[in-house]
């Protein structure tokens, strides 16, 4: 089984990721994304907008806004009170932990959301100590994620800014003009992708709990009466979801049979999701969607439908799906002293809010480890769907001398629009071999045949096999493969 050991050394070696300022000793909770995972992010984010903006029915309008908010859109999302977790510190060694993660490592349940007395007796019940030294713990006290700046030279509240910790506050605070530029008839939504940024308490498991990290996130904006009946829902009323309800109760039901029982809006990307994520390579078979009970729910949802991935440490929430209803419009009209309304019918209304808010980095890891493999020669083979491969297709000359000819199929590749890699290093079989590490579907061999007879070779990074192609059919021939792969 694929270990998260293995994938961070995969990760590292062939340049999906480096660890930031990994000169200066690294920063704790934060990755750059190397020539490789650039291009795996954005595979991931094309799938995405092909879904949840491009092939909608109704209208999705995009921004892209600024990470650093004034402190006034924080007061009013409730952040700075409520956007934060509890902690516990050694009292020997000083190493700090996020109480509730530690509860579920040490006894497997979920503490999330429970108060600090509640925390603090089941640490005490239970002798939890510290990880590192097995010191004793302090109280928990609670800590707030976001992180704190000033903008201009004079440092006071009126010039208090934070990073958002989450995308969605751009867009609340865009709605109005929105609605003012493109009149703004429910049902719209706003989408937006960008970083995140919190300060964890405790970052760890690699991509998985960051301090700096991307979200893609749609804001849906409806009557209230909408979320119940949503009819974009019907294209996927028979699309299978497996469900773990708030009772408990696990079940594979097709989305006609869940409707009633969570939100429609919901039931509408949830379904998204599970096509997104089957697109991109995460193993259909690891997914799950979790209703959050409502101790656990943050501070603006009234229904959470959280979707999460198996993983080979325990499943991990990888996007939150939340019924926001009228919480953040309306919190940000009576703050900024103004009117969130749009058009429903002959009326304004305050809308509601669904908001389906996806974790780059995590669906990163997952596709990572699910699609990493030993291809039984003791040697690793990336199977990723060609959407979110770095490259379409791999040239290799069969040997230096075919060197010319087969930069001249590079180019004639890379200008027909197909994504392109050249290498001339080693022989053959190791070249194949580096292609498939790094996940590149498609191996074209330029040989001493093609000087004769125009033809090439194409290998199947994942089947092996290999065809003859003439090089005036070569394109095409390699983006009907990708096609296929596709689908
Ligand atoms: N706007 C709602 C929101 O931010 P969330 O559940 O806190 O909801 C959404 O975050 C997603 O963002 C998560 O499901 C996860 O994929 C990702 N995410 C949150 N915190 C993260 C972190 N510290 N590191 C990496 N990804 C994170």
Redesign the pocket.
């Known amino acids: 089984m694929v270990t998260i050991d293995d994938v961070v050394r995969h990760a590292l070696e062939r340049g999906f990721f480096f660890p930031t300022a990994e000169i200066y000793g690294g920063l704790a909770?934060a990755y750059e994304y190397g020539p490789m995972g650039v291009r795996l992010l954005e595979g991931i984010v094309n799938e995405r907008r092909k879904r949840f903006v491009f092939t909608v029915d109704f209208p999705v309008y995009e921004i892209h806004g600024s990470p650093l908010l004034p402190r006034a859109v924080f007061e009013a999302s409730g952040h700075l009170e409520k956007f934060n977790d509890p902690m516990v510190q050694c009292k020997s060694c000083k190493s700090v932990y996020r109480a509730d993660k530690l509860i579920e490592e040490k006894l497997g349940i979920d503490a999330e959301g429970l108060s600090l007395e509640e925390i603090g007796k089941i640490i005490k019940e239970n002798d939890i100590r510290c990880p590192r030294c097995g010191g004793e713990l302090s109280e928990p006290r609670r800590f707030n994620l976001m992180f704190k700046t000033y903008v201009g030279p004079v440092i006071d509240e009126s010039s208090e800014a934070y990073l958002r910790?989450?995308?969605?506050q751009n867009i609340f605070i865009a709605f109005r003009r929105v609605v003012n530029v493109f009149g703004g008839s429910l049902p719209f939504a706003i989408a937006q992708r960008g970083e995140?940024y919190?300060n964890?308490i405790s970052?760890r498991r690699f991509?998985?709990?960051?301090?700096v990290?991307r979200?893609m996130?749609v804001e849906l904006f409806t009557a209230p009466e909408q979320v119940r009946e949503f009819s974009p829902l019907e294209r996927f009323y028979d699309r299978k979801l497996r469900v773990l309800r708030k009772e408990g109760k696990e079940e594979e039901a097709r989305v006609r049979d869940l409707r009633g029982k969570i939100p429609d809006t919901i039931l509408y990307y949830a379904a998204l999701e599970s096509e997104l994520f089957e697109a991109i390579g995460i193993d259909p078979n690891k997914i799950r969607f979790r209703e959050i009970p409502e101790h656990a729910r943050?501070h603006y949802s009234s229904f959470n439908l959280?979707?999460e991935v198996e993983l080979s440490f325990g499943r991990v929430?990888?996007?939150?799906n939340?019924y926001r209803t009228d919480y953040d419009l309306k919190r940000h009209a009576e703050h900024a002293g103004i009117s969130m309304e749009a058009n429903y019918g002959n009326k304004r209304i305050v809308p509601h809010v669904t908001?389906p808010?996806?974790?780059?980095?995590?669906?990163i890891y997952a596709i990572l480890e699910h699609n990493l493999e030993d291809d039984g020669r003791g040697r690793k083979v990336l199977r990723l769907k060609p959407s979110v491969a770095p490259y379409d297709v791999a040239v290799f000359p069969l040997v230096k001398k075919l060197r010319p000819k087969a930069l001249e199929i590079r180019r004639m590749l890379s200008e027909s629009g197909l994504r392109v890699r050249y290498r001339d290093k080693g022989k053959i079989g190791k070249m194949y071999a580096w292609a498939d590490m790094i996940g590149i579907p498609l191996a074209v061999t330029v040989d001493y045949d093609t000087l004769k007879d125009g033809t090439v070779t194409i290998r199947d990074r994942d089947t092996r096999e290999q065809e003859r192609v003439h090089i005036r059919d070569l394109a095409d021939r390699i983006r009907e493969i990708l096609k296929n792969n596709r689908s």
Do not use: C, H, K, Y
Not at 207 to 211: A, V
């Open positions: 909770g910790p989450e995308t969605a995140a919190r964890e970052p991509l998985i709990r960051l301090r990290f979200q996130e943050p959280d979707a929430e990888v996007a939150g939340a908001e808010s996806i974790g780059i980095e995590r669906l």
